[in-house]
């Protein structure tokens, strides 16, 4: 066994005896983010190689958990070898075929358009947001060598292994934006994780899951506006996408609410709210909108742009 195995045998021993014993004097103290939000998806949380160096515990606690790839773009994409199994533009992550609990199971009265599995652009997101694969299960690692096609439907830890972290011990296991805070990320990152998660910011809310009756709906049909219809139109048009054209300049910009078209016409998914690399408010020092949000919700203006209300 080598200090650094001895290391990680450790602190899982640890981990394990803080979750048996139900520590809460350790309880999150949700330090303040040291992403700053601005300018670049590089300053915000889906920079998935940051983490507290410093004004708090340190985040190198993580680098058995997951490869620290040292690139921000490789975690979702790959400028070669990307997974086609998916619509999404070169990307990079391992997506299993999953089935998800719908809106439509929750079963409101007032739901009047059909809600399907999710599309492309909500499994985008769910591939970390749901749990279900390690944050860090790409086909392509950075360098030559470094590919696995069969990353595109499986997470191989073995595969992974191979990765070295520069920043500090190599990862052995691969976890992910787990709800069953014992295997995930939220062995941390959340409230009373124990000793090992003391000060780790709570990630709770980030958990999607793979049941989906809790979220606004995804995968549904925009209804066609018309007399007596309470949503307002998308005006403009191109293949598989349909989107408010708020600036009348004939391009999806970022900060403008888009509806896919993955064959079932155009549909509510996750990245029609949000934007994944961080949308500027256009206020002085280009903040971006908080929760990557195409608009600031400020007045509800994001509920608004659809909902006639
Ligand atoms: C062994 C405990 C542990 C595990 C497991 C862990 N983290 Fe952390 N993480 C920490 C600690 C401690 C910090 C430093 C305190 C902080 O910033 O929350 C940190 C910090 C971070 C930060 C910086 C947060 C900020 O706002 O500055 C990110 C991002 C992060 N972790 C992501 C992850 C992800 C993603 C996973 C799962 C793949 C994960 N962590 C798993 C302990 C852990
Ligand atoms: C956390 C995952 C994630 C990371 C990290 C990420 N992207 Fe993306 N990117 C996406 C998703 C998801 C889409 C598809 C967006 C959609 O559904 O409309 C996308 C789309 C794109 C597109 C297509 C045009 C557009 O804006 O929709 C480009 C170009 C792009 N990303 C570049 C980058 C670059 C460059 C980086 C690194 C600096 C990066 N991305 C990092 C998730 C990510
Ligand atoms: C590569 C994995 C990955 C992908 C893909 C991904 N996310 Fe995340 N996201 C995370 C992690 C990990 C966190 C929280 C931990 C952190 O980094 O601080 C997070 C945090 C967030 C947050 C909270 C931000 C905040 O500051 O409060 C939102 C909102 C979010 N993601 C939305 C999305 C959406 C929408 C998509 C798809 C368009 C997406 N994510 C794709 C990994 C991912
Ligand atoms: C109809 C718009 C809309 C859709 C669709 C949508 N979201 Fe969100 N999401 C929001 C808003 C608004 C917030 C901010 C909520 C808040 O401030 O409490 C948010 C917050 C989040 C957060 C942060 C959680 C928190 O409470 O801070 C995550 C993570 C997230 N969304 C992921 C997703 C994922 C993944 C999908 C697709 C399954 C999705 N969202 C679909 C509007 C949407
Ligand atoms: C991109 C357009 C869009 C945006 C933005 C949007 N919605 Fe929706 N929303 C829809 C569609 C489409 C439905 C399905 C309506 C139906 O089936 O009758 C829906 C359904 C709903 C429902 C009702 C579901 C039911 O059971 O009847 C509520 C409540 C709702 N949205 C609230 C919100 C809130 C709050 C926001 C802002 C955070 C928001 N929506 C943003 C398009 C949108």
Request: charged share 10%.
């Amino acid at each position: 066994m080598t200090l650094g195995e001895g290391m990680r045998t450790l602190r899982s021993g640890v981990l394990l005896l803080g979750l048996l014993a139900g520590v809460v004097a350790w309880a999150d103290v949700d330090l303040p983010s040291k992403f700053d939000n601005r300018n670049s998806i590089a300053n915000t949380r889906h920079n998935l190689t940051q983490r507290q160096a410093s004004g708090g515990p340190s985040g190198a606690i993580m680098d058995p958990y997951r490869n620290d790839y040292a690139e921000v773009c490789v975690y979702c994409h790959t400028p070669h070898g990307a997974n086609t199994n998916v619509a999404l533009p070169l990307w990079n992550r391992t997506v299993t075929a999953t089935s998800y609990t719908t809106y439509a199971a929750l079963g409101t009265s007032s739901l009047t358009q059909p809600v399907t599995q999710p599309g492309p652009n909500s499994l985008a997101c769910l591939s970390c947001h749901d749990g279900q694969v390690g944050v860090d299960s790409v086909i392509n690692m950075p360098g030559s060598g470094g590919y696995s096609a069969a990353q595109a439907t499986s997470q191989n830890n073995t595969f992974l292994n191979a990765w070295n972290n520069a920043s500090g011990p190599d990862a052995t296991v691969h976890v992910g934006l787990n709800a069953t805070p014992a295997a995930g990320c939220l062995a941390c990152h959340s409230a009373g994780a124990g000793v090992v998660g003391a000060g780790a910011t709570d990630f709770a809310a980030f958990v999607i899951g793979s049941d989906l009756r809790n979220d606004h709906p995804v995968g549904v049909l925009y209804p066609t506006t018309g007399p007596g219809i309470d949503f307002n139109a998308a005006g403009a048009t191109r293949t598989g996408m349909r989107w408010f054209d708020t600036n009348g300049n004939g391009r999806p910009d970022t900060r403008e609410v888009r509806l896919y078209d993955s064959g079932e016409g155009f549909e509510v998914e996750c990245a029609t709210c949000h934007d994944p690399h961080g949308v500027p408010s256009g206020g002085s020092g280009s903040l971006f909108n908080p929760s990557f949000l195409r608009l600031p919700n400020a007045a509800s203006a994001l509920c608004l742009t659809c909902h006639t209300k």
